[in-house]
């Protein structure tokens, strides 16, 4: 059974639009949480985290919320731009280790 | 060449054949990740080498064989492989600290498409 859930397979918002990207999980344990970005032909890149300890974490148009009570992450993107169109993985690790577990990813795509 | 790279970018495969996936990575990391993603499922971690050790093998088939000659190159080596073994095969690595293996960004290379006949 998957511990990182990304429920939406995909997702279409307009340019300059905000975008909501969410992930769910079911272990308690998780303690650091990601967001990869990965386009066509790519690996995937890193693109923020949030440690169990924050309920949010921003980094320029793009920010993580945590609600740890209802283990549910969600990215927020803000405002969209046809350049964010990619598939985004959830993930998350215990203890902070080196061992991430994905989510699904949600294929994202911006209408200019 | 910088960054991660992995060759073949595509690999087709007999199921009595023997093939070899390559990484090499160019960002001075000692920490290398084999990946595999098939259709529509997530990333799942297969095996990890920290400074030439393996650290994780996460219960992959012998028929996957990993190699890691030094913190800048890993292989994949493949043998009688099963038709549920198509996937994407990705490759990373990271910066690691001596004797404290934690979380540090993971980066990644292309992948190998990889499909078996």
């Known amino acids: 059974d998957q511990q990182v859930k990304q429920n939406s397979p995909s997702l279409s918002v307009q340019e300059g639009r905000i975008s909501i990207l969410n992930c769910d999980y079911t272990n308690s344990m998780f303690d650091y949480f990601l967001w990869y970005k990965k386009y066509p032909a790519e690996g995937p890149t890193f693109l923020i985290s949030?440690?169990?300890?924050?309920d949010k974490n921003e980094d320029g148009r793009f920010t993580v919320f945590l609600n740890k009570s209802a283990k549910h992450l969600s990215l927020h993107i803000v405002p969209s731009q046809p350049g964010d169109s990619a598939v985004y993985f959830c993930?998350?690790?215990?203890?902070?280790?080196?061992?991430?577990?994905f989510g699904s990813g949600t294929r994202l795509l911006v209408r200019p | 060449e910088t960054g991660v790279t992995q060759t073949p970018r595509h690999l087709v495969m007999g199921m009595t054949n023997k093939k070899s996936l390559k990484c090499e990575q160019h960002l001075g990391h000692n920490a290398m990740y084999w990946y595999k993603q098939s259709a529509k499922k997530p990333l799942e971690l297969m095996f990890v080498y920290n400074f030439k050790e393996q650290t994780e093998n996460n219960s992959v088939p012998s028929r996957f064989s990993p190699e890691c000659p030094n913190s800048s190159h890993l292989f994949l080596h493949l043998h009688t492989l099963q038709p549920e073994d198509s996937a994407l095969y990705l490759c990373a690595s990271s910066q690691e600290l001596a004797g404290v293996f934690r979380y540090n960004e993971q980066f990644f290379g292309p992948g190998t498409r990889l499909t078996v006949l």
């Open positions: 993930a998350a690790s215990v203890d902070s280790s080196y061992k991430l577990i």
């Open positions: 949030i440690s169990s300890i924050k």
